[in-house]
């Protein structure tokens, strides 16, 4: 049976020119930071879903021409300069809305409305209304064509997914408002386009409650079309250097001799990349374009491991029940975190090495031999049955920095196997798994440096847990819209 063909570039028209990444507000949203295209034109009203087994991620698009916040150059530590929108600030209804008083989404951002494009489409009929009518009415119409505006991104978990649909109602019935159209005119504007397994096990509480055409789009097409379109954007892909994989992965005993890391936030958490790294620190791709061939390797609640072919074909060629689910459900047994962010914050506390049992506790020493450190992982969870102490005796942290680094280590082993298999040098690791996570993308990096002896390298992308949503947007963006 022939693998199936990557949908056609040509669908694709955001206009990604000076593309920016906004600023990230905390470290829990710093996947999730909007993107700002100061040249893109075409009113956008659809919204995309892809919700997995765990999250449900959220990607919509919306209108200002200028950026609602300090882009991603304050956030990176960049020096150049944003570029500057191509018009002034106008009048656009698009461009100012009020907030929520919904207490549901009380702790969601909202930003901005979705532009109806029933202003793009109505007729002369206006002449009939007051002078005054009719120029609030072409101000508004002439307003969607000023170009910028920002894709947005919102996450939920998947168990409350009333939240997500109650965040789309009230984005729906907002944009509503903040444009002057009626409901019913703004729910025939909006369409729902849905990925993931969610897409088919949710579609009547989609269709039903919100009131909206709903498509449902293959879960596999979303992924990589999404690759194809986030890598266009600039500072979007990188990889850490090897410095930086081994400083963190194996640090020197003697703190005098340990090269400088980049800064680190109150969390412990590295500084996201920057376009201007300093020596042991992330490099960007300084090419933004799809490169393919490749490998995807996205790690939701499940692993799925994508070969892409240099004309477009892709296949699942292998995958793993071991993800970030398993990390999530034995991390909700064995420590007191409630929620990922507060599993990633336990492991950044944690020392492995009093729950792994190491090369340098069997050897002493390195086995050099083998090319295997001392620090190295010998056995995972090691020490728990050696040491034969009950689960109290071992921290929360230990544990999550344990089970982190054992699940990380298994996905990039198999990561490797795979680009070794199939000849693919560039391996792309996405997924809510990451999170930008420091430990997370360091253990990935070096199961893929280790096993290669170099040959091969680990990129990772800011907006890693949103490929299949970005995706799903992007395949509406045609002549149909």
Same mark, same amino acid.
């Given at each position: 049976?022939?693998?199936?063909?990557?949908?056609?570039?040509?669908?694709?028209?955001?206009?990604?020119?000076?593309?920016?990444?906004?600023?990230?507000?905390?470290?829990?949203?710093?996947?999730?930071?909007?993107?700002?295209?100061?040249?893109? =034109?075409?009113?956008?009203?659809?919204?995309?879903?892809?919700?997995?087994?765990?999250?449900?991620?959220?990607?919509?698009?919306?209108?200002?021409?200028?950026?609602?916040?300090?882009?991603? =150059?304050?956030?990176?530590?960049?020096?150049?300069?944003?570029?500057?929108?191509?018009?002034?600030?106008?009048?656009?209804?698009?461009?100012?809305?009020?907030?929520?008083?919904?207490?549901?989404?009380?702790?969601?951002? *909202?930003?901005?409305?979705?532009?109806?494009?029933?202003?793009?489409?109505?007729?002369?009929?206006?002449?009939?209304?007051?002078?005054?009518?009719?120029?609030?009415?072409?101000?508004?119409?002439?307003?969607?064509?000023?170009?910028?505006?920002?894709?947005?991104?919102?996450?939920?978990?998947?168990?409350?997914?009333?939240?997500?649909?109650?965040? =789309?109602?009230?984005?729906?019935?907002?944009?509503?408002?903040?444009?002057?159209?009626?409901?019913?005119?703004?729910?025939?504007?909006?369409?729902?386009?849905?990925?993931?397994?969610?897409? *088919?096990?949710?579609?009547?509480?989609?269709?039903?409650?919100?009131?909206?055409?709903?498509?449902?789009?293959?879960?596999?097409?979303?992924?990589?079309?999404?690759?194809?379109?986030?890598?266009?954007?600039?500072?979007?892909?990188?990889?850490?250097?090897?410095?930086?994989?081994?400083?963190?992965? *194996?640090?020197?005993?003697?703190?005098?001799?340990?090269?400088?890391?980049?800064?680190?936030?109150?969390?412990?958490?590295?500084?996201?990349?920057?376009?201007?790294?300093?020596?042991?620190?992330?490099?960007?791709?300084?090419?933004?374009?799809?490169?393919?061939?490749?490998?995807?390797?996205?790690?939701?609640?499940?692993?799925?491991?994508?070969?892409?072919?240099?004309?477009?074909?892709?296949?699942?060629?292998?995958?793993?029940?071991?993800?970030?689910?398993?990390?999530?459900?034995?991390?909700?047994?064995?420590?007191?975190?409630?929620?990922?962010?507060?599993?990633?914050?336990?492991?950044?506390?944690?020392?492995?090495?009093?729950?792994?049992?190491?090369?340098?506790?069997?050897?002493?020493?390195?086995?050099?031999?083998?090319?295997?450190?001392?620090?190295?992982?010998?056995?995972?969870?090691?020490?728990?049955?050696?040491?034969?102490?009950?689960?109290?005796?071992?921290?929360?942290?230990?544990?999550?920095?344990?089970?982190?680094?054992?699940?990380?280590?298994?996905?990039?082993?198999?990561?490797?196997?795979?680009?070794?298999?199939?000849?693919?040098?560039? =391996?792309?690791?996405?997924?809510?798994?990451?999170?930008?996570?420091?430990?997370?993308?360091?253990?990935?990096?070096?199961?893929?440096?280790?096993?290669?002896?170099?040959?091969?390298?680990?990129?990772?992308?800011?907006?890693?847990?949103?490929?299949?949503?970005?995706?799903?947007?992007?395949?509406?963006?045609?002549?149909?819209?």
């Amino acid at each position: 049976m022939p693998a199936p063909s990557l949908p056609t570039a040509k669908v694709i028209q955001v206009d990604t020119r000076g593309a920016v990444i906004l600023e990230e507000e905390s470290p829990e949203t710093r996947d999730s930071r909007g993107i700002y295209f100061p040249n893109h =034109i075409e009113p956008v009203s659809h919204i995309a879903v892809d919700v997995g087994g765990s999250l449900a991620k959220v990607v919509y698009f919306t209108r200002s021409p200028e950026p609602p916040s300090s882009p991603s =150059i304050a956030a990176t530590r960049g020096s150049s300069s944003p570029p500057e929108p191509l018009t002034p600030r106008s009048n656009s209804p698009s461009a100012e809305f009020p907030t929520s008083s919904s207490p549901t989404s009380s702790n969601i951002r *909202h930003n901005g409305a979705l532009t109806p494009l029933v202003l793009d489409s109505q007729n002369h009929d206006d002449f009939t209304l007051s002078s005054e009518m009719l120029r609030d009415t072409m101000l508004r119409r002439t307003s969607q064509h000023f170009p910028g505006g920002s894709l947005n991104f919102e996450r939920f978990e998947t168990d409350n997914i009333h939240e997500c649909v109650e965040f =789309i109602q009230s984005l729906i019935e907002r944009s509503a408002k903040v444009n002057d159209v009626s409901i019913e005119d703004m729910r025939k504007s909006v369409k729902i386009m849905a990925t993931g397994g969610g897409a *088919h096990k949710f579609y009547e509480l989609f269709k039903d409650t919100l009131c909206v055409e709903v498509r449902r789009e293959d879960e596999m097409e979303c992924l990589i079309e999404g690759l194809k379109f986030i890598t266009l954007i600039p500072d979007e892909a990188y990889y850490f250097s090897d410095e930086l994989i081994q400083s963190v992965s *194996h640090p020197l005993p003697s703190a005098s001799n340990q090269p400088s890391l980049p800064s680190t936030g109150s969390n412990g958490v590295l500084d996201r990349p920057s376009p201007s790294p300093p020596k042991f620190a992330v490099t960007f791709e300084s090419n933004p374009a799809p490169q393919l061939p490749c490998l995807l390797v996205n790690i939701g609640s499940g692993v799925s491991l994508i070969k892409v072919d240099e004309d477009g074909q892709f296949e699942r060629v292998s995958g793993t029940s071991l993800g970030g689910g398993t990390l999530w459900g034995l991390l909700s047994l064995l420590t007191p975190a409630t929620s990922f962010d507060e599993m990633l914050k336990l492991s950044e506390q944690g020392d492995n090495a009093n729950v792994d049992m190491l090369v340098g506790d069997i050897y002493g020493q390195d086995y050099s031999k083998l090319g295997l450190k001392s620090t190295m992982i010998a056995s995972s969870f090691g020490k728990v049955f050696k040491k034969g102490k009950g689960k109290g005796t071992f921290s929360p942290e230990d544990i999550s920095k344990s089970l982190l680094y054992a699940v990380s280590n298994n996905i990039g082993q198999i990561a490797y196997m795979n680009a070794e298999k199939y000849n693919l040098e560039r =391996i792309y690791f996405g997924g809510c798994f990451i999170r930008g996570h420091a430990a997370t993308i360091t253990t990935l990096s070096y199961a893929i440096r280790f096993w290669s002896k170099g040959t091969k390298r680990a990129l990772f992308l800011r907006h890693e847990g949103f490929l299949g949503s970005i995706g799903a947007w992007i395949k509406n963006i045609g002549p149909e819209s």
